[in-house]
C-alpha cells in the first residue's frame, strides 16, 4: 500500500509559529524538518546557506529535528550552526509535533529537505499539503511527482546544485506561492488517505 499523510482540512493561521519564535514577517522563511541524521543532507545545506548569506540574501532559517540515537552528531549539528554565518538567523527547536507542526510548515516559505537518501519523504508531503513549496535532492523518492508537479525545485547531490536551487527558490515569491498551490493540489490528489483509498480499491 502506498503512503499516506495525515492533511490538514483547515491551514493553520498564518504567523503563529512566527510569533511564537519572534521572527519578521518580513523576511524569508526556510525550514528544514526532519532526523537529525548524516544522511539527510545537512553536510550540503549549511554551505549552501552559507553560501547566500555572503550574497546578501535576507532570510530566517529554522532547523527543527532531533536524534535521540545519535545525540553526538546531534550535537556536533548545533555547534557547527553557532560557529557558523548562520548562527544569528539560525533557530534550533528540536522535535516538533501537532498543531506546532503545522503552523511552522504553514509559515514556511520554503521546505528544504537535501537528503541523500528518502524512500518517501513524509515532512515532503506534509509541507505540499501545506501549500509550502520545496526544495529537495534528486534522491529523495518522490522527487519525479515534485517535478511534474511543479511543487518545487529538485537539486542535485551537490553545494553547488542546492545553492542554485535555493536561489530561484528566494528570488521569486510569486513563484514560490504558485508552486506552493500545486504542491496543495497534488498532495490531496495522490497523498490523503482517501485518495490512497482510491487508488487502492
Known sequence: MPIGVELPIQLPAFGEARDRLNLSSDRVLLLFMSRIDPKKGLDLLFPALEILVTEGWDFDFVLAGTNPQDPDYENEIHKQIKNSSLADRTIITGFVTGENKFQLLRDADIFVLPSYYENFGISVAEAM?????????????????????????????????????????????????????????????????????????
Not at 529537495?136 to 515534485?146: L, T
Not at 536551487?165 to 528566494?170: D, E
Open 129 to 201: 499539503a501545506i501549500g509550502t513549496p520545496v526544495v529537495i535532492s534528486d534522491r529523495v523518492h518522490i522527487f519525479h511527482e515534485i517535478e511534474q508537479s511543479e511543487a518545487g525545485w529538485v537539486a542535485n547531490c551537490n553545494v553547488e546544485d542546492l545553492t542554485a536551487k535555493l536561489r530561484l527558490a528566494l528570488q521569486d515569491r510569486d513563484e514560490r506561492i504558485r508552486r506552493g498551490l500545486y504542491g496543495r493540489e497534488y498532495a490531496f490528489t495522490n497523498y490523503s488517505w482517501s485518495a490512497i483509498a482510491r487508488q487502492t480499491i
